[in-house]
């Protein structure tokens, strides 16, 4: 029966966050528009977007491979994976165990090393500049994302994204400033990891600074759905995961009943609204900055994830 | 009564080493033969397969249960007065395992490639030598069996690098490893001279025995890796790796680079855990940096490379790199008495030497297919391999994707349990490792990256887009011995991603013997996930990350066939308006590597790109150069070498002079030798 249950919360939540997903990113676009006085497509055009993608015919350049075909279908199986495992709602799901922090972050390496291989496959100098781009933003990210980890492992105790909500959840860690830092380190980290603002820009087609949708140029109809999809997942999976480690109030605990998770639910699309509207809130801010400035950007989260790991050493308090 | 004859395991495996040595007499005696390859390679293959399954035996079914248990020999050669001691014990048949899964799959390789060499008989006597000689050095268990058997190792290994020494910059390469190996052999001589001490008792289980004082232990420790580091590539020693791994033919490129390399880190472990007792804190903070700046700097140079065979060697100190700063961590945790965490990163260190061995080798043997099948090793004159070549490819993206850390291949499975071994570096009480772990960590982390990004430009250059030769046009397929030996590779490679714990438990014995410590046994877990230290801290498992990956992916793919659009149209690639008008205008492998150049090389290679724009109107073609110093030769390797050249020169005076003067030096010699003589006393 405990089994029956676990399965229905872990199904729940991979079908509460394949759902979510699009619904987030056009309610981010709508904030968009709305801050610069525009009216704004609906909330739910990603949706009529998808199903537009999904009905058109697939045009396919002569000498795509195969690994053009399948990339689709493995990127978005790992980043769906991935977000499956990432305590939304509540904590101790059923598979959490499958895989910690470090391996989710891996997983949506896998998914990226497939879409840039994607991205070099028909042989464009397009895929080639998003490609080659692409990885050495993530070469960047990667050992800041590492060292926020090591930041939360050490105040929790763990990697496993479970222990560290619960963890977080309870009353005794109050404000730490190497946690504010990493926070900090973590959302400079999902900002370029999602190409968003001031990375890599999601709206523009055809311009040089592009990333992610020069690599994605070649894709057309129901592949291109699945990479939209994938990339719709990948940013509910980063702000789910900045909500469970940073911001774990009202998430279900595991076991805790379905009145509880029903609270949980609800709370976390508060979140997701509240986060969505901040994202946007930046993304009309700021300006988009050169390719060469990112490592810059980086950097300086990598220094914050530093900085946050030795002022815990210095000090268990901080 | 039944008389029972108990052969000792150590006998089996030097009888093993004895046949290897024998195939390589008759290689010598066949070898101009048409049938010498089938003959030599399928023989080798024969005794590896035996000598693996020996030790695999050893190792999970002896040594599980008496992990102390060793078997020893004494044959009466080498000094009279020692003998040649050879000794398996646990550590010996993990490395047993190594060296000979790789020498059965290159064996396997080398039916189908070896029909390919122009020159077979440069080849065919030394395969197996080279691989006796490696057996050896791990079975060895005194110091002056160790060294000869290392020099035989190192021997056998150049006359491969050797093999075609008529192309161009094979004879430097050649020449280069010759210096270094020699150099490495010092260092290796003057550790054992020291760990023997005045007494001089060479065998191993004396040097066991004694005390060193610690600063007997520095000075062996840095000795060892100077010796076994030169061996291993690390920076700034490994000058001669990107040389002579990709100079020989690719089933010895991927023997030196998947197993020789780690012949050379069993030596370094042998005697910095094994030989010297119990460490000092110290000691783990050079090799946890050495460790952290080999990993960055061998992906670099890889990321910088065109030749695809460089790049392979290149990876090859990346990970070597890796393997090092576990074993700095297994270090840090053993000197402080931490053997949980040491026995953690000890795993990890020698769970990585099995990975590397697998897709290194395969990479090489996909390398070495590309070379078969179009002559080019230069990437940039490759492409669109996948369409020509789809068997290799798919090998070759699985190699790419389990050396660039992805889950859930087994790269991932070893850089994890290192992650987890960072963790643990709060329990260090020196304040000099606890900033150092972290640091060191991120550096894993961005070789980690910069790995995948490497790899996405060998794949992504050598076998995705146009073609950019004739030769990558119209190659073909390899042979069946060439992909069922890449295959089964592929295989393990999956296979110890996704049934991590077995590999864990089956080293244990390993971390036991060495450290005195295990980790937790993984077979307990449920659902075959591993745990390195306890279920609420972190588990991964692998198993259900395929599984669940493979029903995501088949749902998206039922939905998308069932309820979406099926239309496809093939067209030509969308070039905005103007089409690439000859596949060389496609990237190439220095235009992927352009940004991380950008990033890191302008601080690392002092990577400038010089742009030569004639001026608007003018018809000549513009220039792009683009500059990269080698700044560890140009520092280290070329004064040097200047230096002896020019005392050299200044010595070959001494070879033209008259009979008179050189009976005049020999007078003066003598003089002086007695003076000094004289004074002494």
């Not at chain 2, 001589?189 to 065998?203: E, H, S």
Request: with cysteine; aromatic share 10%; proline share 5%.
């Amino acid at each position: 029966m405990v089994v029956m249950s676990d399965i229905l919360v872990q199904g729940v939540q991979m079908l509460l966050v394949l759902l979510l997903a699009p619904l987030l990113t056009g309610f981010v676009r709508k904030i968009k528009a709305r801050l610069v006085r525009r009216q704004g497509a609906s909330v739910f055009q990603p949706y009529r977007d998808l199903l537009r993608l999904l009905r058109k015919e697939v045009v396919l350049a002569d000498n795509a491979s195969w690994l053009f075909r399948v990339t689709p279908y493995i990127t978005f199986a790992a980043i769906w994976v991935a977000a499956a495992l990432v305590p939304t709602f509540a904590t101790g799901l059923l598979f959490n165990w499958t895989a910690d922090l470090i391996a989710i972050v891996a997983l949506l390496g896998s998914a990226r090393f497939f879409l840039a291989l994607a991205g070099m496959d028909v042989g464009t100098s397009f895929g080639g500049i998003g490609s080659s781009r692409e990885v050495m933003i993530a070469a960047l990210a990667e050992p800041a994302m590492l060292l926020i980890v090591f930041c939360m492992a050490l105040v929790a105790g763990s990697t496993q994204l479970s222990t560290v909500a619960n963890f977080m959840a309870s009353s005794y860690v109050g404000l730490r400033v190497s946690l504010g830092m990493a926070l900090v380190a973590l959302v400079m980290v999902a900002l370029a990891e999602n190409g968003r603002i001031p990375v890599d820009n999601p709206a523009t087609h055809l311009e040089l600074t592009m990333v992610h949708e020069a690599m994605v140029l070649e894709y057309s109809g129901r592949h291109l759905a699945m990479i939209e999809f994938g990339a719709f997942l990948k940013l509910l999976l980063y702000i789910s995961l900045i909500g469970c480690v940073f911001f774990p109030w009202k998430i279900g605990l595991s076991g805790a009943g379905p009145l509880s998770y029903a609270v949980g639910a609800g709370i976390y699309i508060l979140k997701l609204a509240v986060a969505g509207f901040l994202l946007a809130l930046f993304e009309t801010a700021t300006a988009k900055m050169r390719v060469f400035r990112v490592p810059q950007f980086l950097g300086a989260a990598l220094m914050l994830g530093l900085l946050g790991t030795l002022l815990l050493f210095v000090s268990r308090s901080f | 009564m039944i008389l029972a004859v108990v052969i000792p395991a150590v006998v089996l495996q030097m009888s093993c080493v004895a046949a290897l040595l024998a195939i390589a007499a008759i290689a010598l005696a066949l070898s101009r033969s048409r049938r010498a390859t089938a003959v030599v390679y399928g023989a080798t293959l024969t005794i590896c397969v035996a000598a693996l399954f020996g030790s695999l035996r050893w190792l999970v079914g002896e040594m599980a249960n008496f992990p102390a248990n060793s078997s020893d020999v004494i044959l009466p050669i080498g000094l009279p007065w020692l003998g040649a001691h050879f000794r398996l014990d646990a550590l010996a048949a993990f490395f047993l395992v190594v060296v000979n899964l790789g020498g059965a799959a290159a064996s396997l390789y080398g039916l189908g490639y070896g029909h390919h060499d122009p020159a077979p008989h440069r080849v065919l006597p030394f395969f197996p030598a080279f691989l006796a000689g490696m057996n050896l050095v791990v079975l060895a268990d005194d110091a002056f069996s160790y060294l000869l058997c290392w020099e035989f190792m190192s021997l056998v290994s150049w006359a491969l690098v050797m093999a075609h020494h008529r192309e161009a910059g094979n004879a430097r390469a050649g020449y280069v490893y010759l210096v270094m190996a020699s150099f490495g052999t010092l260092a290796l001589l003057l550790a054992f001279g020291l760990l023997a001490g005045p007494a001089g008792d060479y065998g191993f289980a004396a040097i066991r025995a004694a005390q060193h004082t610690p600063y007997v232990a520095t000075l062996v420790l840095i000795l060892m890796l100077l010796g076994a580091g030169s061996k291993a590539g690390l920076v700034p020693l490994h000058v001669w790796l990107p040389l002579a791994h990709p100079a020989a033919p690719s089933h010895v490129s991927a023997l030196m680079s998947g197993v020789m390399t780690k012949v050379a880190i069993y030596g370094f472990i042998r005697v910095v855990f094994d030989l010297l007792g119990q460490p000092s804190w110290s000691a783990s903070v050079i090799v946890l940096f050495l460790g952290g700046i080999t990993a960055v700097m061998g992906i670099l140079y890889a990321m910088m490379e065109q030749d695809l065979k460089r790049l392979l060697a290149y990876s090859t100190i990346e990970n070597v790199g890796i393997i090092f700063v576990s074993l700095g961590l297994a270090l840090a945790f053993q000197a402080n008495g931490l053997k949980l965490p040491a026995a953690l990163a000890f795993t990890a260190a020698l769970f990585h030497v099995l990975n590397h061995s697998f897709f290194k080798s395969l990479l090489f043997f996909g390398a070495g297919a590309v070379l078969t099948a179009t002559g080019e090793r230069d990437m940039d004159k490759l492409g669109g391999l996948i369409h020509r070549m789809p068997l290799t490819s798919f090998v070759f993206l699985v190699g790419c994707v389990a050396i660039s850390a992805l889950p859930p291949f087994n790269g991932f499975v070893s850089e994890w349990l290192i992650f987890q071994a960072v963790l643990q570096s709060p329990q260090l009480p020196q304040w000099a490792l606890k900033i150092m772990v972290p640091a060191v960590g991120a550096l894993l982390a961005l070789a980690a990256a910069l790995a995948a990004a490497c790899f996405v430009k060998a794949f992504g250059i050598t076998f995705l887009g146009r073609p950019r030769s004739e030769a990558a046009e119209t190659a073909d397929e390899v042979d069946k011995y060439s992909l069922s030996a890449m295959f089964i590779l592929a295989a393990l490679c999956l296979l110890a991603g996704i049934l991590p714990g077995p590999v864990i438990d089956a080293l244990s014995p390993v971390t036991t013997e060495i450290l005195g410590g295990r980790m937790p046994i993984q077979a307990n877990e449920p659902w075959l996930s591993i745990v390195p230290i306890a279920e609420s801290r972190s588990s991964y498992n692998g198993l259900l990350v395929l599984v669940f990956i493979t029903i995501s992916a088949s749902l998206a793919v039922y939905f998308i066939h069932r309820f979406a659009s099926h239309a496809l149209r093939r067209g030509p690639a969308w070039g905005c308006g103007f089409s690439d008008p000859t596949p060389a205008a496609q990237y190439s492998g220095a235009s992927f590597a352009q940004p991380i150049r950008r990033v890191f090389g302008t601080l690392v290679f002092r990577a400038r790109d010089h742009v030569e724009m004639p001026a608007p109107g003018d018809i000549r073609p513009a220039h792009l150069r683009i500059e990269l110093h080698d700044l560890v030769w140009e520092g280290i390797y070329a004064p040097l070498a200047n230096a002896v050249g020019f005392s050299a020169g200044l010595l070959n005076r001494l070879q033209f002079l008259t009979i008179r003067r050189y009976l005049s030096l020999v007078f003066a010699t003598l003089v002086t030798l007695l003076l000094v003589l004289a004074i002494w006393s």
